[in-house]
């Protein structure tokens, strides 16, 4: 079994002919950018500033340490770190060392952590002390104990671990790594019980940054604020972090998303582009306190991640004094962006346009027929940074991609004449809370595990705020259990805040979804529309 599905090599040749995939690893090309832009501030954390040449060199260090403690070109190390500058020198410096970060999100907790170290057999994990009051090492002992991880690299104060910054060694060879290998592993959204793992090449990830660095206007001058956990693939590379150093401009590191936070230092940094999902997009718009910031800096707001409605894209420009770009991306690969010259309802209607002429895009009904131009059905897509497979996941693989390499994305789709998707709806058992995704089976499993729990269903609820929230109708063994004690339940398992169900609603029983076998999906499609109706 093969960890990765590598592109077949009449596509790598096209691709590498149509100068998309160039050769350059990520260590390589951050010493091509530190070459280039030395002196200039790369990463900006609260009152600390790294210039290129400083952050090209933490990396080297960084990646040598990690070699000298026992890393091994190839293996798989979690990193699990906040907004902090300290990020970039760690995954450029697992780069470098030839390892394999597996990016993990601040909100992560046990059960998520454990099993990505399971996946991966990942033998290292980075972490900070403690963030919001949630203490890192403790989860990192507990991880360590139950899985194969061996080092534990902790930003701050290290308790029982290794602090990360005695990691850093000057001297010692750095191994040959190979542009078209998996450089990383990036989270998928996930529509299964078991998380998924994309794997992204040097290759393929850094055509995606080059383009969307374009697209976006970067330049030197580029202050780009960091306001989404840092490890997501839009902050990472839409254009995002990788996208402003190879532009030679500022990474400006956000510690929280809130107009408190991030009003202030937009103003004090002279931010000219961020991104945002559309539920912080929306407190920022509704914030009085953008009256009391000199927000004039703000060139650009980029929201995705979810459904921006018309309705919010439509004001941007009043309320926050700057042009709006909708992101339909997905870590799996394919980023559409409006362009800065479509017309205004272009840009508030719809959700962009691919990165490359090469995007191949099937917009096609449940028979898998291609509809007719401008009817909605679900997007398949391949090209030259569409992964063909997820890490370790051979059989679901051979449903999440057709036979001739193209990527399911669950998303329902409209095209426009212009090329331009409008999202419509989706066609995967997902909720996107507001940016976030939760897997409905996931979290069924997990209530299965309670012992007064029979069965459950997890689905949708229209939010005005975050788009869906999520209900998990549940049938009792016996005694129904509450609803705040499933959640206790489900928080003690290690489940993230944000997949913990919104509402939980006991049912004697399921509806009927027709004649046979009830599909879970048909199941979970009756019990969303009973919230529907209702509204
Ligand atoms: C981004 O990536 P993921 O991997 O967290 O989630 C991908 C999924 C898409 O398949 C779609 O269901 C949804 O998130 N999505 C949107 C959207 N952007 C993403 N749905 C409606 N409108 C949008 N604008 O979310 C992501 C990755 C790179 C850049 C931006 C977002």
Redesign the pocket.
Known sequence: MNDWTPWPAEFARRYREAGYWVGETLGDFLAARAARYGDRVAVVDGERRWTYRELDERASRTARGFLARGIRPGDRVVVQLPNVAEYAAVVFGLFRAGALPVFALPSHRFAEISAFCGITDAVGYVVADSVGGFDFRALATRVRAETGLRHVFVHGDPGEHTALADVPVAEGELPEVRAGDVAFLQL??GSTGIPKLIPRTHDDYLYSVRESADICGLDQDTAYLVALPVA???PMS?PGILGVLHAGGRIVMAPAPSPDVVFPLIAKERVDITGVVPPIALQWMASPARHEHDLSSLRVLQV?????VPEAARRVRAELGCALQ???????GL?NYTRFDDPEEVVVTS?GRPISPDDELRVVAEDGAEVAPGEVGELLTRGPYTIRGYYRADEHNRVAFTPDGFYR???LVRRLPSGHLV?EG?AKDQI?RG?E?VAAEEIENHLLAHPAVHDAAVVAIPDDYLGERTCAFVIATGQPPTGPALRAFLRERGLAAYKIPDRIEVVDAFPHTGVGKTSRRDLRRALADTFRKAR
Request: net charge positive; glycine share 22%.
């Open positions: 998928s959204g997501h693939n839009f839409s995705g991640g979810a459904k921006f909708q992101v339909f991306g997905m870590a799996e980023v959700q994305t669950g998303d999202v989706r996107n940016g995704k």
